[in-house]
C-alpha cells in the first residue's frame, strides 16, 4: 500500500510539473527564413569582383587582417607581382566574356574589341586559346604527314619536336611581339596596356585553330588559301583595333601598322609551312 500511494504522489507531481500538450489549436513556433542554406547565395555574381566580404563596423575592426594572417603578410610594391593575387583580375572573366571576345576576333572589321575590353582585359581566354592552338597545330600536322607517307607507301615515325615548335613559335610569338610594341609605343608617347596588347593578341590567334583543321584536306593550294584568310583576319584583327590609339604616336603610325600587319601575315605562313608542308616531305 506504501508503494502504490508512493507511485501515484510521483505520478500526480510529474503531471504537475509537465505541461500538457495541446490539441490542434496549438500555436506553432514559425522560424524566419535563413539565407544560410542556400547555396549559392542570391546576391553572389559570376566572377571573382562579386565574391562575399565581411561586414564592416564603424570603427572597421572586423575588416581588418587579423595579425600574423596571410592577408596581412601581402608583399607590396613591385614585390607582388610576383604573387598570385596580382594577377587575379586578369581572369575576372566567365564563360560568355570568353565567347563574346572570341566571336568579335572573327569579325575583325569591327574594330571594337579594344574599346570593349580597355577595363577588363584578361589573359584567361588568350592562355587557352594559345595552349589549345599549340596542340592543335601539332596533331593535326602530325596527321598530315602521316597521310603523305600513306600515301607514297613509306614508313613514317612521329615527331615529337612538333609540340616543341609549336609551344616556342605560339607563346612566343603572344609574349615577345606584345611587349615588343609596348615598348615602341611607349617611345613614341603613345603608351596602351601591356595587358591589354597580351588580351589582344590572344585573342587574335583563335581563327588559327578552325584554319589548322581545316588543313588535313590534302590539297596544296586549299591549305594556302585557308592559310591566307587566316593570317589575313587575325592581321585586320590586330591592326584594325590598334590603329586608332597609334595615330596619336605621329606620322611614323602608318609604318607601325604595316608592321604589326606583316607579323600576322608572318606567323600564318610560318604555320602553312612548317607544320603543313615541311612535315610533308620528311620520310
Not at 137 to 165: C, E, M, R, S
Not at 179 to 198: E, T
Not at 208 to 217: D, G, K, M, T, Y
Request: charged share 15%; aromatic share 16%; hydrophobic share 45%.
Amino acid at each position: 500500500m506504501m508503494s502504490s500511494g508512493y507511485t501515484s504522489l510521483d505520478n500526480q507531481k510529474i503531471s504537475e510539473s509537465v505541461p500538457a500538450v495541446s490539441g490542434p489549436d496549438h500555436v506553432s513556433v514559425k522560424f524566419t527564413d535563413s539565407t544560410l542554406q542556400t547555396f549559392p547565395p542570391s546576391e553572389a555574381q559570376g566572377k571573382i569582383s562579386g565574391a562575399f566580404r565581411p561586414p564592416r563596423d564603424a570603427d572597421d575592426t572586423f575588416s581588418k587582417p587579423a595579425p600574423g594572417s596571410s592577408e596581412e603578410s601581402q608583399p607590396t610594391g613591385w614585390m607582388r607581382t610576383f604573387t598570385v593575387a596580382a594577377y587575379k583580375p586578369y581572369f575576372d572573366v566567365d564563360t560568355s566574356d570568353v565567347l563574346e571576345r572570341i566571336k568579335d576576333s572573327l569579325f575583325p572589321f569591327k574594330g571594337s574589341f579594344s574599346e570593349k575590353t580597355a577595363d577588363n582585359p584578361d589573359l584567361y581566354g588568350p592562355f587557352w586559346i594559345c595552349t589549345t592552338l599549340i596542340f592543335v597545330a601539332a596533331a593535326i600536322g602530325t596527321f598530315v604527314t602521316y597521310l603523305a607517307h600513306k600515301l607514297q607507301k613509306k614508313d613514317w615515325d612521329y615527331d615529337i619536336n612538333l609540340v616543341t615548335w609549336s609551344a616556342g613559335l605560339f607563346y612566343g610569338y603572344v609574349t615577345i611581339v606584345p611587349l615588343g610594341l609596348y615598348i615602341l609605343l611607349k617611345y613614341f608617347s603613345a603608351p596602351s596596356g601591356l595587358v591589354q596588347l597580351w588580351c589582344l593578341y590572344g585573342y587574335s590567334l583563335f581563327v588559327f585553330i578552325p584554319a589548322s583543321c581545316l588543313s588535313v584536306v590534302p590539297l596544296e593550294i586549299f591549305r594556302w588559301v585557308i592559310a591566307g584568310i587566316a593570317g589575313f583576319m587575325s592581321a585586320s584583327f590586330v591592326a584594325l583595333n590598334l590603329r586608332s590609339h597609334i595615330k596619336s604616336a605621329g606620322e611614323s603610325w602608318f609604318l607601325i601598322v604595316a608592321g604589326i600587319f606583316l607579323l600576322q601575315l608572318a606567323l600564318a605562313a610560318v604555320l602553312k609551312l612548317y607544320f603543313f608542308t615541311i612535315t610533308v616531305g620528311k620520310d
